[in-house]
């Protein structure tokens, strides 16, 4: 019996658009939600549930519940799928047509093909992207600049590996009726996972690589377990050995590390690694600590680097952990990036990204990542020389680390808030949001890579500061007037042909000034900003907030 379509196409379609969305895919699409959309929700309830906990008072540790899958030493995790056995250099980027041409031929062993972050969500970004990637793996993708510079692709490509949404997002674009009638904004993950996986998954194997994916936001190990489960059912649905999907899981939240050791047992069978995600994993401590008295307070975004000492532990016991269960650990990007117009721009980048890439290697990562070409050689300059001939460094068991709770939650460290620093916040977040809103979601701003995970950072300490009453070193006490005065310094200098300054400060106002604090800045801003007018219509019910 074939499987109803219940998935209703609200976005602008065309040819192009159809090659994606075609029947078959949007069946699979559906059968994907009719499973698993139900699960997604009592997950993000438990999302909730746990934050309120923290928000009271609950301090983060170790779960007994799980003690017995920590101490047991004989489990391991799948490991490397053919392609990803040498990490050590992955760049990171959207999928337009010239960022997918440019990340193929940088050179790079990875290309994480992102859908989250480092994109802003609209519909033509989403399916443009699909259609991309369609066309990267099958070798006939091209690409024409208005000044008639021409892109292809050169022999040598790296494997993808492709991050879909997390699952706090939706696709408001597809709406999705379940068996009871009732009509609901499709689920982002499942909508970008599933075509990606339905359209690719297969032409992959062929080509001696397989379905890999980055899996964003994870909170913890029940949320991993949904994931394997959606990778067991697709593997199924298409007729792949079980095991082939393999997945490296971004420690990007504290609460996930918490369960590190248990995100990897959850997803033994599917998992090649973890990712130490780190504008994201400070973003998360903010959020869940931001309303826990000055102790838990940081100092300038500047100040808070990958050697700071809840940094250090978080970065140790991710790679200890990994190794332990066979699994990859994958270092962060250093938010630096060249500049071809200034050589002390790239010299200064340059030397930052081979210090932090030093460290990592040093640590026992086995890749890392860099978000720029010209820094492939650098970062794998340091990765090469430690190790050599070897694709990784899984045989570092760094079994001289012992981590506890109490530091992964030790925020006491040297810094200040600054006058500086403060604007600085200002400035990013603002011009960050300007960028989303036009359509590009991995924006260089002030010589660094800004995406939504540091603009994320910039408007949380804001939100944090004010309300806790900091005062910067200079003696200037933080409130929303003094954030107001710089948000109108910074709007009435800039703007412009093409700007969303104003609604940019808009959202601003509301993620940073407004007395309840939104979980994710972008949730409001595609509902409001990014959605065409007719998949706005009030036909499909509330989804739970993450």
């Known amino acids: ?56 008072g609950r301090n983060l540790r170790f779960l007994d519940e799980t003690k017995s899958v920590r101490e047991n030493s004989e489990w391991r995790v ?39 972050d480092a994109l802003s969500p609209t519909w033509a970004n989403v399916i443009g992207g699909q259609q991309n990637l369609f066309d990267a793996i099958r070798r006939q993708i091209d690409f024409t600049s208005p000044e ?33 009638g009732i009509a609901s904004p499709a689920s982002a993950s499942l909508v970008d996972f599933g075509l990606y996986f339905f359209h690719n998954a ?3 194997i062929a080509r001696g690589a397989g379905p890999y994916f980055y899996l964003p936001k994870l909170e913890n190990h029940l949320e991993a377990r949904l994931w394997d489960d959606v990778f067991t059912f697709s593997e199924n649905a298409i007729g792949i050995p079980h095991g082939t999907i393999r997945a490296t899981v971004l420690i990007e939240t504290i609460t996930a590390a918490f369960e590190m050791d248990e995100i990897l047992y959850e997803l033994r069978e599917h998992c090649a690694g973890l990712n130490a995600g780190r504008w994201d994993y400070i973003f998360s401590i903010i959020k869940n600590f931001r309303g826990r008295g000055a102790r838990f307070t940081l100092p300038d975004r500047k100040e808070i680097t990958m050697t700071v000492p809840f940094m250090r532990a978080y970065t140790e016991l991710l790679v200890q952990t990994c190794h332990k269960r066979g699994a990859h650990a994958i270092g962060g990007m250093s938010a630096f990036i060249p500049n071809r117009r200034d050589p002390e721009v790239t010299e200064r980048a340059l030397a930052a990204v081979q210090a932090d890439k030093r460290r990592e290697a040093g640590d026992g990562f086995d890749g890392t990542w860099v978000a720029h070409p010209d820094l492939i050689p650098t970062a794998r300059a340091e990765f090469d020389a430690v190790l050599g001939e070897r694709p990784n460094q899984l045989d570092r068991l760094r079994e001289e680390v012992h981590v506890t709770a109490a530091q992964l939650t030790d925020l006491d460290i040297d810094g200040q808030v600054t006058d500086a620093g403060l604007a600085a916040n200002v400035s990013i977040a603002l011009r960050y949001l300007d960028s989303w809103l036009r359509g590009i979601g991995a924006a260089a701003i002030d010589d660094l890579m800004e995406d939504a995970a540091t603009a994320e950072i910039s408007r949380s300490q804001l939100w944090q500061w004010i309300r806790q009453g900091v005062v910067t070193a200079e003696g200037t006490r933080v409130t929303a007037e003094l954030v107001e005065n710089l948000l109108a310094r910074e709007v009435a200098e800039r703007g412009g042909e093409g700007s969303r300054i104003d609604d940019a400060a808009e959202l601003f106002r509301e993620v940073t000034l407004g007395e309840e604090f939104p979980t994710f800045l972008t949730i409001a801003a595609y509902s409001r900003y990014l959605v065409d007018p007719i998949a706005a219509t009030p036909r499909a019910r509330g989804m739970v907030a993450a």
């Open 78 to 116: 799948a490991g490397a799928g053919p392609g990803l056995e040498d990490r050590r250099v992955e760049i990171t980027g959207p999928t337009d047509r010239k960022m997918t041409i440019n990340a193929m031929n940088s050179g790079a062993k990875v290309w994480l093909a992102d859908h989250e």
């Open 148 to 180: 008639g510079k021409s892109y292809t692709l050169g022999e040598e490509t790296p494997t993808i590996v492709f991050r879909p949404r997390g699952w706090h997002l939706v696709e408001k674009h597809l709406r999705y009726t379940d068996q009871a």
């Open 1 to 56: 019996m074939t499987h109803p379509i219940r998935m209703e196409v609200l976005g602008p379609q065309d040819e192009s658009t159809a090659r994606i969305l075609t029947p078959e895919a949007l069946r699979f699409l559906t059968r994907l939600h009719d499973i698993f959309a139900g699960r997604r929700q009592e997950r993000l309830s438990g999302r909730m549930l746990f934050r309120h906990a923290i928000d009271n």
């Open 202 to 204: 297969q032409e992959l």
